[in-house]
């Protein structure tokens, strides 16, 4: 504790930045993965090829990706933009499938109604699938979310600056008051989001807690 308050000043500088890099990741790989899961939806013969290949990206080992992705798009091996397009790709990995189950979840005959009442195509998706397929997307996101605040501290190796710093820090100086902060912090961190996407999906689906506040009665 004595530690974490002399550097409180670092470690809140680092907290931030690793939030960044995870958080702007998730927004991005979600806002891909909603059309790629509809795709894969949609055109049948996709859905493999696009679900199991972007399963296939999350087996690639990050310290790997982020010293490749300099090579192969030609920025320094300490710019950010590496870290924030391989978590990019990381979360379209996780998402793409959970998509696919949301949509899958909605019930035929909620689309059939939709459909007689004039809702097709993407105004049906965006209206009415869509929406319906927030729980389990949200269940998805939670856990992409949590993997990308774990996977960014990795980039701390190759000299990205985050909470990961701390371990390395600690590591190199065999001390453990680092170490246990950074800890801490990226539990806090994780926990943060994970309440944040609760919180966003209930916003989104009120029907829910009508509906649960209907079955308590």
Do not use: K
Not at 17 to 37: D, K, M, S
Not at 43 to 57: E, K, Q
Not at 169 to 183: E, K, S, T, Y
């Amino acid at each position: 504790m004595t530690w974490f308050l002399e550097h409180l000043d670092l470690v809140g500088e680092y907290a931030w930045r690793h939030a960044y890099l995870a958080i702007v990741p998730l927004i991005l790989g979600l806002l891909l993965a909603i059309p790629l899961g509809w795709l894969a939806r949609r055109v049948r013969w996709l859905r493999t090829p696009i679900v199991a290949g972007s399963g296939l990206l999350y087996t690639l080992p990050s310290l790997a990706v982020f010293i490749l992705l300099p090579g192969l798009i030609g920025t320094q091996i300490l710019d950010p933009l590496n870290v924030l397009i391989a978590m990019t790709v990381y979360t379209i990995a996780l998402l793409v499938r959970t998509v696919v189950d949301g949509l899958d979840s909605v019930p035929q005959e909620v689309r059939l109604a939709a459909t007689a009442m004039g809702y097709r195509g993407l105004r049906r998706f965006a209206a009415v699938e869509l929406p319906l397929a927030v729980p389990v997307i949200t269940a998805g996101l939670r856990v992409a979310a949590v993997s990308n605040v774990s996977i960014v501290s990795v980039a701390a190796i190759i000299g990205v600056q985050q909470l990961g710093s701390l371990f390395t820090d600690g590591f190199n100086r065999a001390f453990l008051a680092p170490i246990v902060v950074g800890l801490v912090a990226c539990v806090a961190l994780a926990l943060f989001l994970d309440l944040l996407i609760v919180w966003g999906s209930r916003v989104l689906t009120p029907w829910a807690r009508t509906a649960g506040a209907g079955g308590s009665r």
